[in-house]
């Protein structure tokens, strides 16, 4: 959870551990004659305190307000490891306009679905239900490998793709999935994580998963070195590349040649989380026989404003494709693409969200987010992810938080999407309310 503290209120505190400091100086120093050991135990506690108050100056931590945050618990030691053990269950009810409940209880929320529902000149509301978000995680944290801390990490749910084998019928079974496993070592992550792309500081508090219109975000393997820079930290990543579309023949531009290289630079001050980021991809079709190069920028920032209040910002442009928005939009023009020209689209996405609480247990969310493709499409060409150029979404939520474990929320989502051909446009809205409940 977000917390802010003063510069005064460190000032303070540090005057009386240095007024204080000579009396206890004086009860040790009468004390050594009998024990030294007191003494040293006493400097031990200040320099702790120091240490403490030294850590004020910064912009609070990421917390447990955020859900994609990897938390460090005590967990159990066996040998030289430390195994600990977490996540969440989460109980989802979705009624969404369009007519199509199946969709609608595919609670990642994919805009393509949503825009299907909207073209569907369908006004029923229907209702599903779902905990197939649920999440379960394993970590462990080994001191002194070759010098070094070594800490992994594995998490799972079972928001697998609609048409995944599980059923509505009977058992509601679902499969689980990987979604994160990697582990880290002198400043180096191997395996399976968070793109470097994606900024999860700037994220906004949404139950749908947090899946705006301009979400940014991928999870795949990657090789990561991170280093220290002034005023925070760079991230250096050659990640996975998938710049496909459906494994048809006619989509021949899959798999690349080379990987997608991600630097991230993040700035953690007195004033919030900044950064810039930025990729460079490969892409290739082989039916054609021709490469293009090509890539995005994405700033971000979270801003503390009142008391625990704060505001999050993202702004992304370019070759986006598959980092944005769960893969709305191709990453090439595909009538392009059929006609044997590699020719990335360009995109661009916005998001702005305010976090307000009410008390220290009530909070809200209204979180503002528009996509749109830049380059001009005469028509659809055949095989696109939908029929838009444009998507605009607005979230807004009441949450409850009775304890950190428990939180329950209900949401009002709206959707506009741009029609390629004309300047029409079609509505989606939803209605999601969830109890989360983690351990």
């Not at 204080?20 to 200040?46: C, F, I, K, M, Y």
């Not at 048409?163 to 019928?169: K, P, S, V, Y």
């Not at 180096?188 to 470097?196: A, E, I, L, R, V």
């Amino acid at each position: 959870m977000t917390t802010t503290k003063s510069f005064s209120t460190r000032t303070l505190v540090k005057s009386i551990v240095a007024a204080s400091l000579p009396l206890a100086t004086l009860g040790a120093t009468n004390a050594l004659a009998q024990d030294n050991a007191e003494l040293q135990e006493l400097r031990s506690h200040v320099e702790a305190l120091e240490a403490r108050l030294d850590g004020l100056d910064t912009a609070p931590e990421l917390g447990r307000d955020n859900p994609y945050l990897v938390r460090d618990g005590s967990g159990i030691k066996i040998g030289g490891t430390t195994l600990s053990f977490g996540g969440f269950i989460k109980a989802d009810v979705i009624a969404g306009l369009g007519g199509n409940g199946t969709k609608n209880a595919y609670s990642t929320g994919l805009a393509r679905n949503f825009a299907t529902a909207a073209n569907s000149d369908i006004s029923d509301w229907k209702t599903g239900f779902s905990a197939r978000e649920s999440r379960f995680s394993f970590g462990t944290k080994t001191e002194g490998v070759a010098g070094h801390t070594l800490t992994t990490y594995l998490e799972m749910d079972f928001n697998n793709d609609q048409n995944a084998l599980g059923n509505e019928t009977v058992s509601n079974s679902y499969s689980p999935r990987l979604r994160q496993a990697y582990g880290s070592w002198n400043n180096w992550d191997f395996g399976q994580t968070y793109t470097t792309f994606t900024d999860l500081a700037a994220l906004p508090e949404i139950l749908n998963q947090g899946k705006m219109a301009a979400f940014i975000y991928a999870t795949q393997p990657m090789i990561r070195y991170n280093m220290a820079a002034p005023g925070g930290k760079i991230m250096v990543a050659l990640e996975n590349p998938e710049d496909g579309f459906r494994s048809t023949p006619d989509h021949s531009y899959d798999d690349q040649s080379y990987p997608d290289l991600a630097v991230r630079y993040q700035i953690r001050g007195n004033y919030g989380f900044y950064s810039i980021a930025g990729v460079l991809r490969h892409f290739e079709d082989n039916a054609a026989d021709e490469t293009k190069t090509s890539g995005a920028v994405s700033l971000s920032a979270r801003i503390p404003t009142i008391g625990r209040d704060d505001l999050r910002l993202q702004y992304s442009y370019g070759a986006l494709g598959r980092y944005m928005g769960l893969f709305t939009y191709p990453d090439v023009d595909l009538a392009a693409q059929a006609g044997g020209t590699v020719d990335p689209l360009k995109t661009f996405g916005a998001t702005a969200a305010y976090r307000h609480f009410w008390t220290p247990s009530w909070r809200s969310n209204l979180t503002v987010s528009h996509t749109e493709i830049l380059d001009d499409l005469s028509a659809s060409p055949a095989g696109t992810l939908s029929y838009f150029d444009s998507s605009t979404s607005v979230h807004a939520n009441l949450l409850w938080s009775a304890h950190e474990n428990l939180t329950l929320g209900i949401e009002y989502a709206y959707w506009d999407f741009g029609e390629i051909v004309g300047s029409g446009s079609t509505q989606y809205e939803q209605v999601m309310a969830c109890a989360t409940l983690s351990f």
